[in-house]
């Protein structure tokens, strides 16, 4: 199965943007259903994006809709998360995840991960 590895995360203030990055391991990363979660302290795990394996199908938390953008690039065996319009309540650890099968938005139906990465927002 695929390794996870996030990078990317950082500090920014409100209004600005950030790309998140998952490399991942392994030559079946387009077989995979990829997606980004966050969670803030003190709060659980939430769903953001998810993409499907060749990155025809993907959907949006409500509270990301038009700000973030979820896209992948096969060939590099990457996802990406690019956060435009960021927010002090995106602040979060962000992780990536996969599954084999079509989209799902609990994070009980990934069995990936990644160790996460840190974004803050300022405000």
């Known amino acids: 199965q695929v390794q996870l590895v996030e990078s990317g995360g950082g500090l920014v203030q409100a209004g600005g943007s950030l790309r998140l990055s998952c490399a991942a391991s392994?030559?079946?990363?387009?077989?995979?259903?990829m997606a980004w979660f966050r969670q803030a302290p003190g709060k659980e795990r939430e769903f953001v994006a998810a993409?499907?394996?060749?990155?025809?199908?993907?959907n949006y938390a409500d509270s990301v809709k038009g700000r973030f953008t979820i896209s992948r690039d096969n060939a590099k065996n990457t996802l990406y998360l690019q956060m435009r319009g960021l927010k002090p309540e995106d602040t979060a650890v962000y992780y990536c995840?996969?599954?084999?099968?079509?989209?799902?938005?609990?994070?009980?139906?990934?069995?990936?991960w990644g160790r996460g990465t840190q974004v803050t927002v300022s405000s």
């Open positions: 392994g030559r079946t990363f387009s077989a995979y259903t």
């Open positions: 995840a996969a599954r084999v099968g079509p989209l799902r938005l609990q994070p009980a139906d990934y069995g990936v």
């Open positions: 993409i499907s394996g060749l990155g025809i199908s993907t």
